[in-house]
Nanobody
Framework: VQLVESGGGLVQTGGSLRLSCAFS????????IAWFRQAPGKEREGVSA????????YYKDSVKGRFTISNDKAKNTVSLQMNSLKPEDTAIYYC????????????????WGQGIQVTVSS
């Protein structure tokens, strides 16, 4: 099982980035995917998730209306479109997979990517 994030980088406040999580070793039919992030000195937090069973999506309150999670089953990829970025969105972003329904509880996720840096300058 492997998950690989891409698309991070440096952007100004108000800008956009699109993160992608390419996974292998399983199919989206069996595993839900989520994005987590960890800022320096802070605990890891769930940002968004998409459930394999019904495609339901979940968002952290502070990103609702700005971030959108989506999946491309044909490409085994889950993306996170991030708009109206704020400096407080700066963190390392991780994608993760669970065989539970989508949720934002990191202890339920078994497989993790290596993480990718997102930096939003003020």
């Amino acid at each position: 099982v492997q998950l690989v994030e891409s698309g991070g980088g440096l952007v100004q406040t108000g800008g956009s980035l699109r993160l992608s999580c390419a996974f292998s070793g399983f199919t989206f039919n069996d595993y839900s995917i989520a994005w987590f992030r960890q800022a320096p000195g802070k605990e890891r937090e769930g940002v968004s998730a998409i459930s394999s069973s019904d495609g339901d999506t979940y968002y952290k309150d502070s990103v609702k209306g700005r971030f959108t999670i989506s999946n491309d089953k044909a490409k085994n990829t889950v993306s996170l479109q991030m708009n109206s970025l704020k400096p407080e969105d700066t963190a390392i972003y991780y994608c993760a997979a669970t065989d539970y329904s989508g949720n934002l509880f990191d202890w339920e996720y078994d497989y993790w990517g290596q993480g990718i840096q997102v930096t939003v300058s003020s």
